[in-house]
């Protein structure tokens, strides 16, 4: 065999084993209609793998993981990105192109992903008893949302992995997460009048109109708080109209 012909095999062999390297990591293909795709580097460059509406990839394709920079979104879907497979962990939702994901704090850490479409009555698919993929939003969103409605706090981080669970796995609504929170016992103690409350929110309100701490005749602003379910509000426009504060705003 001739110089000639053994390079030739030689390169002819190289091609073969680069070309079959890439697509078994990011698969590549064609772009869909409705979907998004996902780039190893920044302004979509770079090795690529694409999802349609209503995939869920719970791991990445090989060599993806923790690899992601830019994203391009095609048609009416809504991405949500997870930092963890299984869909778990910090995430993000985007409707719309990103160039560079260094810009969202999300640079090569995407480790699962949900494709969903936003038009309505779409109907995406969901999985086993899980509810319609449509219908399910940001985890971490919902329960950062329930937990400043109905507790009035941020989550600590063992309700929010606790709910994130519930919503992921067992298909939780945001209403069920909000009324599992109304059924805990720091909501029972913090919505549930004592004296020493009343006591508390009548002291309040003297403060604030009266600019002194209350004496024996505020035991009848006590009562109507506990018993009328006054707020500090009630009080204190009481209080405004006592002889004692017109006197003082003359």
Known sequence: MGNGAAIAILATGALLATSSAAPGQ????????EGACFYQDANYRGQYFCAEDGDELSAMPSGANDRVSSIRVFGQVEITVFEDPRFRGESMVFDSDVR??????????ISSVQVEGRSFGRGVRGRGNRPPFASRQNPDAIVRRAYQDILERDPDPVGMRTYRIHIIDDGWTEEEVREALRRSPEYREKNTMTR????????????AVLKREPDAGSRGYVNSVLRDKWTQQDVERELRRSLEYRKDNR
């Open 26 to 33: 990011w698969r590549g293909g064609p772009v869909p209609r």
């Open 100 to 109: 560079d994901l260094q810009s969202e704090n999300f640079n090569d850490v």
């Open 196 to 207: 020493a409350k009343a006591e508390e929110i009548v002291r309040r309100a003297y403060v």
